[in-house]
């Protein structure tokens, strides 16, 4: 008999994580990325796990639905968490990395790991045998999304992601900008550049009427009527939505006093460390679909960035998903081939870490049917399993992406006094919990 082989298809977040179980586990990998040969048009470096958006992991609090969904993800040995943690910068309470150094630790991971078999290739077509795991992502190219159409014979869902750009801090006027956390919480680790009320409506003004950047040929199918995932959204999409949209979510000056005044802003913008030595920042809720030239115009009018310069600005590309329930099952295999399964934001997962989350279950999964073993369904109390049961089963209407969420897991039996953040503490210790009780299983 011959030795399992599992092959993933793409060494982004959710193909490393995927590959890193199955070899935990004993089992061959063979790994398919198209990098450094070929690039989507979002990734530009040639190591795997790249991070094309943000730097920023989100929350680690266990009041936090992905700060439970990173909990649950150490316990079972996750190589992205790993790698993150290793590779942290200083963001408050959330988990942010040197995205450079992030991506060299994947790699060398995954480079240096006995049972993982790196092939620079593209893949063109779905293996005819075998157990496979899909990770090639929301950006995969035209032979394997048209080979992916095939076998799903439906249209695949999309929606346009957007990314922020990224200043050099030794430009940033810091006798304007201060440095603080909302309320205090934690260090210091944001610089927030302060509006008056006369400096806020020139700049909402300018950001309403600057010119966007043409569209990709690959992204022109829906340049008329483009579908915006919410969580992501371009900021000046934002803006024109009202007002005060803004000073309600990336600008809210709530929280943020200046110590050399006493006083909160009409609006401040925020910028977050880029890398560990504090030379790039990048502007928090600044993801953008506008030209490099109106992009450095109007983000120059934000008070401290008057002089800044910008290391990268941001981009806006496509986005691919599946129709997942009734496809998928709620451990991301494919339901009429048990030998196929597919991770990543493909899925309906929307998230680096909820990215990453998917590869590892489908990669637990995918080892077990290489050896012979029944699936391992995560328990519904997780978020991991209530991330793949989304998946798997949806969710009432239309299927959209969805981030780590308290929303899509059972609510408590009992009332918790306290408040949301007691709540969801609550769900958390529920959650690791019903983990620890199976981690045995898990981790086999």
Same mark, same amino acid.
């Given at each position: 008999?011959?030795?399992?082989?599992?092959?993933?298809?793409?060494?982004?977040?959710?193909?490393?994580?995927?590959?890193?179980?199955?070899?935990?586990?004993?089992?061959?990998? &063979?790994?398919?990325?198209?990098?450094?040969?070929?690039?989507?048009?979002?990734?530009?470096?040639?190591?795997?796990?790249? @991070?094309?958006?943000?730097?920023?992991? &989100?929350?680690?609090?266990?009041?936090?639905?992905?700060? @439970?969904?990173?909990?649950?993800?150490?316990?079972?040995?996750?190589?992205?968490?790993?790698?993150?943690?290793?590779?942290?910068?200083?963001?408050?309470?959330?988990?942010?990395?040197?995205?450079?150094?992030?991506?060299?630790?994947? %790699?060398?991971?995954?480079?240096?790991?006995?049972?993982?078999?790196?092939?620079?290739?593209?893949?063109?077509?779905?293996?005819?045998?075998?157990?496979?795991? =899909?990770? %090639? #992502?929301?950006?995969?190219?035209?032979?394997?999304?048209?080979?992916?159409?095939?076998?799903? #014979?439906?249209?695949?869902?999309?929606?346009?992601?957007?990314?922020?750009?990224?200043?050099?801090?030794?430009?940033?006027?810091?006798?304007?900008?201060?440095?603080?956390? &909302?309320?205090?919480?934690?260090?210091?680790?944001?610089?927030?550049?302060?509006?008056?009320?006369?400096?806020?409506?020139?700049?909402?003004?300018?950001?309403?009427?600057?010119?966007?950047?043409?569209?990709?040929?690959?992204?022109?199918?829906?340049?008329?009527?483009?579908?915006?995932?919410?969580?992501?959204?371009?900021?000046?999409?934002?803006?024109?939505?009202?007002?005060? %949209?803004?000073?309600?979510?990336?600008?809210?000056?709530?929280?943020?006093?200046?110590?050399?005044?006493?006083?909160?802003?009409?609006?401040?913008?925020?910028?977050?460390?880029?890398?560990?030595?504090?030379?790039?920042?990048?502007? !928090?809720?600044?993801?953008?679909?506008?030209?490099?030239?109106?992009?450095?115009?109007?983000?120059?009018?934000?008070?401290?960035?008057?002089?800044?310069?910008?290391?990268?600005?941001?981009?806006?590309?496509?986005?691919?998903?599946? &129709?997942?329930?009734?496809?998928?099952? $709620?451990?991301?295999?494919?339901?009429?081939?048990?030998?196929?399964?597919?991770?990543?934001?493909?899925?309906? !997962?929307?998230?680096?870490?909820?990215?990453?989350?998917?590869?590892?279950?489908?990669?637990?999964?995918?080892?077990?049917?290489?050896?012979?073993?029944?699936?391992? !369904?995560?328990?519904?109390? $997780?978020?991991?399993?209530?991330?793949?049961?989304?998946?798997?089963?949806?969710?009432?209407?239309?299927?959209?992406?969805?981030?780590?969420?308290?929303?899509?897991?059972?609510?408590?039996?009992?009332?918790?006094?306290?408040?949301?953040?007691?709540?969801?503490?609550? =769900?958390?210790?529920?959650?690791?919990?019903?983990?620890?009780?199976?981690?045995?299983?898990?981790?086999?």
């Amino acid at each position: 008999m011959s030795e399992p082989l599992v092959t993933v298809l793409g060494a982004g977040l959710a193909g490393c994580e995927a590959a890193w179980q199955i070899a935990e586990r004993g089992v061959r990998v &063979r790994l398919v990325e198209m990098k450094p040969h070929k690039m989507t048009p979002a990734h530009h470096a040639p190591g795997f796990a790249e @991070l094309c958006c943000s730097n920023s992991l &989100r929350s680690d609090a266990l009041s936090n639905a992905v700060g @439970l969904l990173k909990e649950e993800m150490r316990r079972c040995g996750s190589l992205i968490l790993r790698a993150a943690d290793t590779t942290k910068v200083p963001a408050g309470s959330a988990l942010a990395v040197d995205r450079e150094a992030f991506s060299h630790t994947v %790699t060398h991971c995954i480079r240096n790991h006995p049972l993982i078999e790196v092939e620079e290739r593209e893949a063109t077509e779905i293996p005819g045998s075998g157990v496979t795991v =899909i990770a %090639t #992502g929301p950006l995969t190219s035209e032979p394997m999304a048209a080979q992916i159409a095939s076998l799903t #014979g439906q249209d695949g869902l999309y929606f346009y992601d957007a990314v922020a750009p990224i200043v050099d801090f030794s430009t940033i006027n810091m006798e304007v900008a201060f440095f603080a956390s &909302r309320y205090d919480k934690g260090d210091a680790d944001y610089i927030n550049c302060p509006m008056t009320k006369e400096q806020y409506d020139a700049f909402y003004q300018a950001l309403i009427s600057a010119k966007e950047a043409e569209l990709k040929e690959f992204d022109k199918e829906g340049q008329k009527n483009p579908k915006v995932f919410e969580g992501c959204m371009p900021v000046e999409v934002m803006a024109r939505r009202g007002y005060d %949209t803004l000073r309600y979510g990336p600008l809210k000056p709530v929280g943020l006093v200046d110590q050399r005044t006493g006083k909160e802003s009409y609006a401040v913008v925020q910028l977050r460390k880029e890398n560990c030595e504090g030379t790039m920042y990048n502007l !928090v809720g600044f993801q953008t679909h506008l030209t490099f030239p109106e992009q450095k115009r109007v983000f120059s009018m934000i008070p401290g960035l008057e002089n800044a310069t910008f290391l990268r600005y941001g981009v806006m590309h496509r986005n691919t998903y599946l &129709r997942s329930p009734g496809f998928l099952n $709620t451990v991301y295999g494919v339901r009429q081939n048990p030998d196929l399964f597919f991770a990543g934001q493909m899925t309906g !997962v929307e998230g680096y870490i909820e990215s990453a989350g998917s590869g590892l279950v489908a990669g637990i999964n995918a080892a077990r049917r290489a050896r012979g073993m029944e699936p391992l !369904v995560f328990p519904r109390l $997780t978020m991991l399993g209530s991330m793949a049961n989304y998946v798997g089963e949806g969710g009432i209407g239309d299927f959209v992406p969805m981030n780590a969420n308290f929303g899509i897991v059972p609510p408590l039996t009992q009332k918790v006094r306290g408040g949301k953040s007691v709540r969801n503490e609550a =769900i958390s210790a529920r959650a690791l919990e019903a983990l620890d009780a199976v981690l045995s299983a898990i981790k086999e």
